[in-house]
């Protein structure tokens, strides 16, 4: 255990200093340069990435949790920039049951659904049959077994929120609302988004936009808006896609379709996937709200998903989300 933990420490040391020189040429915040060049990120918003960053950067800094808007008695850690959760405090309080296998040193997770095991030290995790690579092994301390926070979404159906000012992760059985469902054709739910749909300098990046389609809106549904954004803590819901005053009889948008629209207005245009390297797994979420409202009063472009939901929650009839991760 201790020449694991200092292999995991050493690693650490070259990640911040990889992070920290990607954030002295700005080009730690997803789009950052772009957006600036467009006018879209105000001098406040620069410092609150910059001082967000610093904060993410903490080795072993505590991330509190909450579980269906409560408090978790336990926290889980920043360590070598990924969120790592104790999986049992946060699988029994979801009503999952932890099976511990003391000879193969791996935990099986038995849900409503899906069965899932994961083995102590190792990145992969098996879903229902399926093996998924994750941003950082698993590992033990103080006699808890920490794993990544993508581990949730695949094996207990939870979705992720981060709130930056209270560093706080919060866990929820919620995807939607009012009866609206979505889906894309580009990636399986908590799969991985293929690079073509990445910014062009991501290597394979065509900064293509990802085809969304939606179905069963609300009665009274006037208009559609849809959001992309990444809820990564180093990019603390940077938006990189969204469209509002879709008309109520549209049912989707098609791959490509970004920036030569035929009805709709894109409050931000389409910025690919371009996560810092080393920074692991970011979870990108694109979501469709459903409003009674033809028009939105959006005056001004909005850089984080937070500066947009309070106007789409005004006017919200229902919503539908799915999530992707992506990687450099």
Request: glycine share 8%; aromatic share 8%.
């Amino acid at each position: 255990m201790k020449m694991e933990m200092k292999r995991i420490v050493g690693r650490k040391v070259w990640i911040q200093m990889a992070l920290w020189g990607a954030l002295c040429g700005l080009s730690v915040v997803p789009g950052y340069a772009a957006a600036e060049e467009a006018g879209a990120v105000q001098a406040p918003a620069a410092k609150d990435v910059v001082r967000n960053v610093s904060s993410y950067l903490q080795w072993n800094t505590p991330v509190n949790l909450q579980l269906e808007d409560k408090a978790l008695p336990v926290q889980g850690a920043m360590i070598n920039t990924v969120i790592m959760v104790p999986l049992r405090s946060v699988a029994e309080a979801s009503g999952a049951r932890l099976t511990w296998d003391e000879a193969t040193r791996s935990v099986r997770i038995e849900g409503s659904q899906l069965s899932a095991v994961q083995k102590l030290g190792e990145k992969s995790v098996t879903v229902n049959g399926t093996s998924y690579e994750l941003d950082h092994e698993s590992m033990l301390s103080d006699g808890n077994l920490l794993v990544p926070a993508r581990l949730l979404p695949l094996v207990l159906g939870l979705e992720l929120r981060w709130d930056s000012a209270s560093r706080t992760l919060a866990l929820s059985s919620r995807h939607g609302s009012g009866g609206l469902t979505i889906r894309t054709e580009a990636f399986q739910l908590n799969g991985n988004i293929p690079v073509a749909y990445a910014h062009g300098g991501v290597p394979g990046g065509q900064n293509v936009s990802l085809p969304v389609s939606w179905s069963n809106a609300p009665a009274g549904t006037q208009s559609f808006a849809v959001v992309m954004y990444d809820i990564h803590p180093i990019a603390d819901n940077y938006i990189h896609w969204s469209v509002i005053d879709l008309p109520a009889d549209m049912q989707g948008l098609k791959e490509g379709e970004a920036g030569s629209l035929k009805a709709g207005r894109e409050l931000n245009s389409y910025f690919g996937m371009e996560p810092p390297r080393y920074s692991g797994d970011h979870l990108y979420r694109v979501a469709v709200y459903a409003l009674d409202t033809k028009k939105l009063d959006a005056a001004e472009t909005p850089v984080f998903f937070e500066q947009l939901e309070p106007l789409l929650k005004e006017h919200m009839l229902g919503y539908a989300e799915v999530d992707g991760f992506f990687k450099q």
